[in-house]
Structures are given as C-alpha cells and as structure tokens.
C-alpha cells in the first residue's frame, strides 16, 4: 500500500470507531448536518471527495427542509408561537384553520379536520 492508501484506511477506520465527528470549518461547503459532518470527519484532507459529496448532501438537506415545511406538527408550533407569547387563546378550529393556510400557501394538497389536529395536539 502507498502513503495515500495507507493514509486513508487508517483515517477511515478511525472514523468506524465512534469517535466524534469534527467540527466542520468556516471555510467548507457542506451543509453542517450530522451526516455531513461525520463524513467530512472521515474524508477532510480529501478535498475530491468534498467535493463531489457536497451536491448530494445539499439536495438530501433541501429534501429534509420540504419535508420540514409541510410537517404538520412543525407548523402547529407556528400557528401556536404568537398567540402563546400574547397570551391569546385558539381554538382546535381556527388552529386547524391557520394550519391549512399555511400547508397550502407551501404546495400542500391535503386538508387536515379538527380531529386529526386534535389528536396532534392531545
């Protein structure tokens, strides 16, 4: 095996061995999600590799931040996040109301009832 190779199989088996994954710099392109930074902790000195993982882990964090944006549950904190600091009060109605808007203002089809919320909120 030459430098390189012996380089990366010992990184490589560090990396398997639970150790924590290193802080991503400033200066790097990928996205700072956890799988991001345990891979870049296994390939930082290879910045080939960088690269070519950074457009897959960007379009896999895009994909997590729609999920995101349409999970009921994240929006019901939205809709409930002004009135809790005014101390206002909403009904199961008017929060399933608030939530509908906002899921179809973001591309969603589906229409949840006061039931299903209700569950959610229970």
């Known amino acids: 095996m030459n430098s390189s190779q012996d380089f990366r199989v010992s990184g490589w088996t560090g990396c398997r061995g639970g150790g ?9 392109c990928l996205p700072a999600a956890r799988l991001a930074q345990n891979l870049y902790a ?3 000195r290879e910045p080939e590799l960088i690269q ?10 895009q994909e997590a931040m729609t999920r995101r944006q349409l999970d009921p549950n994240m929006i019901i904190v939205e809709v409930l996040w002004d009135p809790a600091h005014q101390e206002r009060k909403l009904s199961v109605k008017k929060i399933t109301e608030y939530l509908n808007v906002r899921l179809r ?4 089809k589906y229409e949840y009832n006061e039931e299903e919320i209700g569950w959610k909120l229970g």
């Open 20 to 28: 924590k994954a290193a802080p991503l710099p400033a200066s790097c």
């Open 42 to 44: 296994c390939v930082q």
């Open 52 to 61: 070519a993982m950074t457009p897959l882990l960007s379009s896999q964090e």
């Open 105 to 108: 203002i973001r591309g969603e």
